[in-house]
C-alpha cells in the first residue's frame, strides 16, 4: 500500500518544487513531444513572476526535504498521542496462582 501511494506523492512533491521555483508547469514539452507541444506553459503565477530561485538549488532541496521529514515526525507523533489517548488501561490485577502440591 505504501509504495502505490508514495510514488504520486513523490510525482506531487517535485511538481511543487517546479511550481515554486519557476511558477511554471509544462515548460519546453517542445523537446519532449515537438514543435506541437510548445505552447502548453503554464504560467501559475503570472509572466511577471521571476521565480525563487532557492528552491531548484540542491541547498533548497535539502532545506525541503527536512521540512518535510520535520512534518512526518510531526504528524507520527500527533497519531501516537491520539492512539494512546483512544486506549484504556485495563486494570491491573495480580496473576499470581497459588498452587499446592
Known sequence: MYTGAA?????FVSMSWKVIGQGTLFTNMQLLFGPAA????INLF???YRGFLFAVLPPG???G???LIAGKNVLD???KEAEKKRQTEAPKVS???RTTG
Open 77 to 79: 507523533k500527533r497519531m
Open 7 to 11: 510514488e504520486p506523492m513523490t510525482l
Open 95 to 97: 496473576r499470581r496462582v
Open 65 to 67: 526535504l527536512g521540512l
Open 61 to 63: 532541496a535539502f532545506i
Open 46 to 48: 503570472g509572466a511577471d
Open 38 to 41: 510548445a505552447g502548453w506553459e
